[in-house]
T-cell receptor
Framework: SQQGEEDPQALSIQEGENATMNCSYK?????LQWYRQNSGRGLVHLIL?????REKHSGRLRVTLDTSKKSSSLLITASRAADTASYFC??????????FGSGTRLQVQP | SQTIHQWPATLVQPVGSPLSLECTVE??????LYWYRQAAGRGLQLLFY??????ISSEVPQNLSASRPQDRQFILSSKKLLLSDSGFYLC??????????????FGAGTRLSVL
């Protein structure tokens, strides 16, 4: 399977803390994307990191990519209750369709 | 700007009944289109994707079919629903001219309960 595998499956933190979730994948990629899904809603694209990039920032999001280890991490700094959602990584291997893992369910306690 | 519409939002259907879910995209041409299914608390399973009118690729054998009668319309169907067809169905699109990205944009989803 070319899908990313997110870890941990679930994460519960207090508001203001940082949240880190990880993604591992199996094949070479063009880029890797992270998506967010609020309960009962569609996925929303958060950030894309290309295979030749090692780190990328967007607001409170920081993504790293290690192609030698076939892994990526998503860091959300100073988390808020509104960050409560499921987060998915999607390695893009050049196929037309992305594949998604089971996600990390993040709960931010106010 | 581009928008994606998916309906209905919820659907309760008896076993053995037919199904038709519709998805339309506005504000873009020649999109790639996708149907996913998500079981409760689980990841997304790619069901179908389409790169053009009448061009459908199926990822998994199943009780469902898809059609693309128009460039920006994608329909998910079944002749006879099974209990196992219950789930959260998501439609998505991505730009045909990918460049170096294949970002997907999702609809709000349809929650299907087969009873």
């Amino acid at each position: 399977s070319q899908q990313g595998e997110e870890d941990p499956q679930a994460l519960s933190i207090q508001e203001g803390e940082n949240a880190t979730m990880n993604c591992s994948y199996k094949t070479s990629i063009n880029n890797l994307q992270w998506y967010r899904q609020n309960s009962g809603r569609g996925l929303v694209h958060l950030i894309l990191i290309r295979s030749n990039e090692r780190e990328k920032h967007s607001g409170r999001l920081r993504v790293t990519l290690d192609t030698s280890k076939k892994s990526s991490s998503l860091l959300i700094t100073a988390s808020r209750a509104a960050d409560t959602a499921s987060y998915f990584c999607a390695p893009d291997t050049g196929r037309r369709a992305l594949t998604f893992g089971s996600g990390t369910r993040l709960q931010v306690q106010p | 700007s581009q928008t994606i519409h998916q309906w209905p939002a919820t659907l309760v259907q008896p076993v053995g009944s037919p199904l038709s879910l519709e998805c339309t995209v506005e504000g873009t041409s020649n999109p790639n289109l996708y149907w996913y299914r998500q079981a409760a608390g689980r990841g997304l399973q790619l069901l179908f994707y389409s790169v053009g009118i009448g061009q459908i690729s199926s990822e998994v054998p199943q009780n469902l079919s898809a059609s693309r009668p128009q460039d920006r319309q994608f329909i998910l169907s079944s002749k006879k629903l099974l209990l196992s067809d219950s789930g959260f169905y998501l439609c998505a699109w991505s730009a045909r001219d990918r460049g170096y990205s294949n970002i997907q944009y999702f609809g709000a989803g349809t929650r299907l309960s087969v009873l």
